[in-house]
């Protein structure tokens, strides 16, 4: 099992950004090894898929999300970043990232965009 843990969400104002980041702990295996995936889940909606990366960096977005969020990954820091440009208010919801190999979920990150 790994345990992931996200941080950096927060208010921002519509237009601004943030940065994301999901971290790897509980786990002999690094994070580096695992495609991870940001999700989303607004109030009354389901979770939805923003952006993956795979292991080799490959990545993937949303069609609505392009140009605006971009996924990253520091093997230094054994991190996984989302960042977040031109936020709307309906980027509201809690962001979670997720590992392929285990399956593990963090607890999620609130992202408020007022207007």
């Known amino acids: 099992q790994v345990q992931l843990v996200e941080s950096g969400g927060g208010l921002v104002q519509a237009g601004g950004s943030l940065r994301l980041s999901c971290a790897a702990s509980?786990?002999?295996?690094?994070?580096?090894?695992?495609?991870v995936g940001w999700y989303r889940q607004a109030p009354g909606k389901p979770r939805e898929l923003v952006a993956r990366i795979t292991t080799h960096g490959r990545t993937s977005y949303a069609d609505s999300l392009k140009g605006r969020f971009t996924i990253s990954r520091d093997n230094a820091k054994n991190t996984v970043y989302l960042q977040m440009n031109s936020l709307k208010p309906e980027d509201t919801a809690i962001y979670y990232c997720?590992?392929?190999?285990?399956?593990?979920w963090g607890q999620g990150t609130q992202v408020t965009v007022s207007s």
């Open positions: 509980g786990s002999i295996m690094s994070i580096n090894y695992m495609g």
């Open positions: 997720n590992e392929d190999l285990y399956g593990s």
